[in-house]
């Protein structure tokens, strides 16, 4: 299933969020073009809200990123 998201309607990005992974897979994401490395940012973003939504069952996951919806 295939989804397309606007991310334009959610709040200003302004919180920082870490994660750990191997060496190996940083030095990868170092070497990653601009475009490249906002398409990955913005597939971790969709996956955490996705991930926020099927936690608590709301098919509209993306009001997540809202902080009005907190």
């Known amino acids: 299933m295939a989804f397309h998201y606007d991310l334009g309607d959610i709040d200003k990005l302004t919180e ?3 994660i750990r992974i ?3 897979l940083k030095m990868h994401i170092d070497k990653l073009s601009p ?3 906002r398409a990955l940012n913005e597939a ?9 939504h099927e936690a608590r069952f709301d098919s509209e996951y993306l009001n ?4 009005t919806n907190t």
Do not use: G, N, Q, W
């Open 35 to 37: 475009s490249r490395r």
């Open 22 to 24: 191997p060496e190996a």
């Open 44 to 52: 971790v973003l969709i996956s955490m809200a996705r991930f926020v």
């Open 16 to 18: 920082l969020y870490s």
């Open 64 to 67: 997540y990123l809202k902080s």
